[in-house]
């Protein structure tokens, strides 16, 4: 995303979206660096007048020195389903490439892959020996993104323990998420506590509620890459944080002011890349002091630190949320199964409940609602506006009408999608206008433009020399953008608000219409 940055002094910077009139259909990823030559730390406070919070942070020093590097048993569990066929997997083939030229001589590793079923590449975890990488590398550079997603086996056979002492077991999970159990997930996690879950993310729109949550339960870190990001980067800003734990078994108590309901309740080890964030409240003002310890390359390490907490601070009030949220997280995480299923507590739902609604947070059981403050009549009748769903920046929709297909236990007959005139043809499960001819019974995978993405899939099936029928949805309307559309061929019949346009267009024209960067979607009207 293009930003704006108004800095108000050295320590203060307002960020904000450059153009306010898009709709994004990424995550919008601020990056920012404040590490100095050692563990710092930091405490900030907010009082409303009724209840104090605190937010305790322990932030990593810029460089690690080599001395610090631990032993450690990898595994990597990639994700080849459906959902990331393309783009996606070609990144995570990327990223691997580049972590295993990283692994330390001392490391052992192994390699899982899973879609509907899993793949295992060695018995056991291995000597990370230029023979056993390139071994690795071959099986990883011919995986091919197809069926379903099945995590929850993969997450099993990741977390069971080798039985190494000498080792610190790390699991690396990447994947964008696109499961539906994430709840069962997360609390297959709670029941290793001693494996360290790391979750590395791909795609525009990663499933951030289980990945961060992976990462959170198995005390690791999570890294996120877009699929116009740099792989090596994200790769190298993965590996620093896996191999680099700086505190471990970190723990803190503080003194001379009562606080209470501190989480996370356990601590995760502190990591060159990410700071430990501790929020609580506190319920009377004063001072008193913190005492953080933990193990520093095997050794304990402790550090002090003063703090004054007072009756009244209006500044940092996000504090009072964040508290709120990390709750919520508690409580939910006391039974992710029951509410999975829909069986958790009554006591303990009601509780989630009032935190949403008193911190103004999204959860299981709250929502925003968005409430129009008038209702426009044609005709004497309200008149209904379907409003299009973003497809993430670089999903393709042949993958995710795929994945619907087999969900509903209606795979369409595999097509070929070698051809520019070919591709994306994938017969759609429901309301499909053009039903392809099946041609092969093989599927060759390519990576679709961007401009692709706009554009139903039953439309791309369509010869060129028709005339069709399309609504075209755009970000924005200006005289200059209806007269592009008029030279394709695009005859207007009807216009809502100028950002939702219905007429008629020649097929042949389709593509170069969703290349028009204010184009948001093409549909085929009935």
Known sequence: HLVDTLRGDASHALVSLKNQQSIPNQDFIL?????????????????????????LILQPPARVQPAEVTPKEIVFVIDTSGSMMGFPLEKIKEVMRFTFDGLNPRDRFNVITFSGDQHILFPAPVAATPANITAAW??????????????LPAIRMALTSSG??????????????????????????????????FAFGIGSSTNRFLLDGMARHGRGEVEYVGLSSE???????????????????????????????TYPRRLPDLFSAKPVVVVGRYNKAGRGIVRVRGMAAGKPWSREIAVDFPAQESKHDVLASL??????????????????????????????????????????????????????????????????VEMPAGVSYASMQAKTSM????????????????????????????????????????????????LDPALQAIGAGQTIKVEIWLTASNPALLTKLKRLGFVLANSENGHRLIGTVPSGQLRAIAEIEEVRLIKGVR
Request: aromatic share 6%; with cysteine.
């Open 323 to 388: 508290w709120a949220r990390r709750k919520i997280d508690d409580l939910m995480n006391r039974d992710l199964v029951g509410v999975q299923r829909g069986t958790l507590d009554g006591q303990t739902k009601e509780a989630i409940t009032q935190l949403g609604l008193t911190y103004k947070l999204m959860t299981q059981y709250t929502s925003f609602i968005a409430v129009d403050e008038k209702v426009v009549y044609q005709g004497g009748q309200p008149h209904r506006i379907e409003v299009p």
């Open 31 to 55: 990056r920012y660096a404040v590490a100095g030559d050692r563990i710092d730390d930091a405490v900030l406070t907010h009082h409303n007048g009724r209840d104090g919070f605190f937010t």
């Open 231 to 261: 792989a090596s980067a994200a790769a190298r800003r993965f590996y620093e944080r896996v191999r680099t734990p700086l505190l471990t078994d970190v723990s803190f108590e503080v003194s001379g002011v009562p606080v209470a309901e």
């Open 164 to 197: 190494s002492k000498d080792h610190v077991r790390v699991v690396c999970f990447m994947t964008d998420g696109e499961v539906g159990n994430d709840l069962e997930i997360l609390a297959e996690i709670q029941r290793h506590p001693e494996a360290r879950v």
């Open 138 to 151: 071959e099986f990883v550079r011919h995986r091919q993104g197809s069926g379903g997603t099945e995590m």
């Open 407 to 454: 969900a509903m236990g209606a795979m369409a007959p595999l097509v070929s999608m070698d051809a520019a005139t070919d591709r994306a043809r994938v017969e759609r499960g429901v309301d499909n206008l053009v039903r392809p001819a099946p041609r092969a019974a093989s599927v060759a995978l390519v990576s679709e433009p961007a401009h692709l993405n706009k």
